[in-house]
């Protein structure tokens, strides 16, 4: 079925590295995304990577897809306290008529 | 950067009464979609729209809504009859031919 599944809450220490996880169902899909959402605000596009690519990096942001096992990762390096927000990961399926979402993984950074 | 505009930003009304959420996509994109968040929880798929006619729905879209592109800019989502459920965050988002997915800020509509 349609399921795309993120662990709830990760809490990380200021300058550490962040890495949130999520596993989706669609082998076919031709892209994944991340998103993030901070309290009160809209969805911000962090990046989205095409299923041919294993790796992108954006600035501090490093995605890893393992297509194998269906899993995406989110890598935040150098976390800051304004990395604080809920990161969903999100993945199309009917050729992207539909784009389904995790529940989303709250960052909370710790001095 | 482009960006998807939405209005009204807050909407309250009565149960019962209809309300109408636009959104503006970006200009050069063809794919539209309108999501819906309860506050804290998921956010949930309404429904797509590409070509002028709804690509693919959700079990939350039932007659009860509709979506209309009217004059080629705007793309508007309408509640018929509101209920105390339909109180959420709808987003509305557009798609260009690379695959990137924008979002606006949101309208957020209260039922009493």
């Known amino acids: 079925g349609e399921d795309v599944e993120q662990s709830l809450f990760l809490s990380v220490r200021e300058g550490d590295s962040s890495v949130i996880n999520c596993t989706y169902t669609d082998s076919s899909s031709t892209y994944l995304y991340w998103y993030k959402q901070e309290p009160g605000a809209g969805l911000q596009l962090l990046t989205y990577?095409?299923?041919?690519?294993d790796m992108k990096q954006d600035q501090r942001l490093t995605v890893l897809l393992n297509k194998k096992d269906k899993h995406l990762s989110l890598r935040i390096a150098d976390t800051q306290t304004g990395d604080s927000a809920i990161y969903f990961c999100a993945e199309p399926y009917s050729s992207a008529s539909k784009i389904i979402f995790g529940s989303g993984t709250r960052l909370s950074i710790r001095p | 950067e482009p960006e998807v505009t939405q209005t009204p930003s807050h909407q309250v009304t009565q149960m019962g009464q209809e309300v109408i959420l636009r959104c503006v996509p970006i200009?050069?994109?063809?794919?539209f979609y309108w999501y819906r968040q309860i506050l804290g929880q998921k956010v949930e798929f309404l429904v797509s729209?590409?070509?002028?006619?709804?690509?693919?729905k959700s079990e939350i879209f039932d007659d009860q809504f509709s979506v209309e592109r009217p004059d080629g800019s705007n793309f508007t989502l309408k509640i018929r009859s509101t209920k105390l459920e339909d109180s959420a965050m709808y987003f509305c988002?557009?798609?260009?031919?690379?695959?990137?997915?924008?979002f606006g800020e949101g309208s957020r509509l209260t039922v009493l």
């Open positions: 729209f590409y070509n002028n006619e709804i690509s693919e």
């Open positions: 200009s050069n994109h063809l794919y």
């Open positions: 988002a557009s798609r260009g031919q690379d695959g990137e997915l924008f």
């Open positions: 990577i095409f299923s041919n690519m």
